[in-house]
Structures are given as C-alpha cells and as structure tokens.
C-alpha cells in the first residue's frame, strides 16, 4: 500500500518571500514518482512538478523546486519568491512504477499575503 | 483549447436520481480516471480505463456506473444519488498506465445532491 503524508494543513508567506511545503511517503515500490499539484480556488489540478524516483537530482520548474530525499522518503516543495497567484491547496501524490494509481496527500493550504 | 473537460461544471439534484457526468480528452491519451474529492479536499481514485477497457475499480458502490464509449470519453453514471454523494468529481488522462506517466485534470464538477 502507499501513502503519502502532509503534516501542514495551512500555511501562510508573505509574497516575494520562501516557502516549504513538507511530504512524507510510504511505499514498496523501488521506482515510483512523486508529484506536487496545485488546486487554486479555481478548483483546477495543475500540475507543479514531478520527480522520478531513481534521480538524485532534484526538480526545478522555475520557482518550484524539491528536496527529494529518499532514504528518508521526504518529498518537500519549495516556491521562491511567492507571488499572489500561489495561493492554493497544494497536494503531494505518489505513483509507483507498477501501480500506478496516483495517491494524494490530505493537502496544504498556503495563503500567499501581500 | 480545453485538454480534459468536464460536463456540467455544477450538478444540483434531489437524493434519489441518477444524473450523468461526462469528461472528454483532446490529447491522444489512452488512460482516463475518475477521482471524487470530498467536503475535507481529500481526493481518491474511483476507476481508470485503458483503451476502453476498466483497469481499476476502487470499492466505490454499484450505484456508480463508469461507461468509456472510447478513449477520447469517459462518462459517470451514478443512479439513486444520496446525500453522501455530494462531492467534486474530477476527471482525468494520461499518456499510459505505467507510474511514469503524468496525470491531466478536467476543471471538476460539483455534485450537491439534496
């Protein structure tokens, strides 16, 4: 079974500055991929960024980076310079190399403020 | 041009019917999905298709009927909606099945059933 884990139901940044969004899993898989998605209000998924499991290198998508550290199976999201529009529930999901049923994480909620 | 869409956006209907939802995909994809999210934002897969074929059938009631006409569509048939069922119903594609492969959201319907 996989689970994917958020411990922070809400956060909040001022805009311009970082932040950390934290994800833990859980899986028995020996490839699988990580993902981050945005919901704004809007209520569309948007993907944010993805990160395959058996690459050290971590993700960059512009201000979206990770921190893939899989011994400890942490999968954290940083958004740098944080605008407005980032305010969104962000949820972390995991998909394994055979399974790939997509779990989502229960969420976090980050208000960006001006 | 919308890649995976969604009909109706809103859906608001008594307890006891049976109403349709109706997603199609414009990128070529051979794998679709339905995910309820419910009133806490908690988002879990109820069934996939492959080329028109059922891949995966979470234990989601019988009243829950996906149909794949092909593999541009997959509609949701729920007969005698309760109260329970009032959620957000996203649809989505992927390229394939494999773990690898990123998942494309629909804009969602809200289901209200009253």
């Known amino acids: 079974a996989q689970t994917v884990t958020q411990s922070q139901p809400e956060m909040s940044v001022q805009e311009a500055e970082t932040v950390t969004l934290s994800c833990t899993y859980d899986?028995?898989?020996?490839?699988?991929?990580l993902f981050w998605y945005k919901q704004p209000p809007s209520r569309q998924m948007i993907l944010v960024i993805r990160?395959?499991?058996?690459?050290?290198q971590n993700a960059t998508e512009n201000r979206f980076s990770v921190n893939f550290q899989k011994a400890a199976k942490s999968f954290s999201l940083k958004i740098s310079d944080s605008q407005l529009g980032d305010t969104a529930m962000y949820f972390c999901?995991?998909?394994?190399?055979?399974?790939?049923?997509?779990?989502f994480g229960k969420g976090t909620l980050l208000t960006v403020n001006p | 041009d919308t890649a995976v869409s969604q009909t109706p956006k809103y859906l608001v209907t008594q307890m006891g019917n049976d109403k349709s939802i109706k997603c199609e995909q414009n990128?070529?994809?051979?794998?679709m999905y339905w995910y309820k999210q419910d009133s806490k934002k908690f988002l879990k897969i109820m069934f996939s298709y492959n080329n028109k074929e059922l891949i995966i059938n979470e234990t989601v009631p019988n009243r829950f009927s996906p149909k794949s006409p092909d593999k541009a569509h997959l509609n949701l048939h729920i007969n005698s909606l309760e109260l329970g069922d009032s959620a957000v119903y996203f649809c989505?594609?992927?390229?394939?099945?494999?773990?690898?492969?990123?998942?494309?959201f629909g804009p969602g319907t809200r289901l209200l059933v009253l």
């Open positions: 989505a594609s992927s390229r394939g099945t494999g773990g690898q492969e990123t998942q494309y």
């Open positions: 999901a995991l998909s394994g190399g055979s399974n790939y049923k997509l779990t």
């Open positions: 990128l070529g994809h051979d794998t």
């Open positions: 899986t028995s898989e020996s490839n699988y991929y």
């Open positions: 990160q395959e499991a058996y690459k050290q």
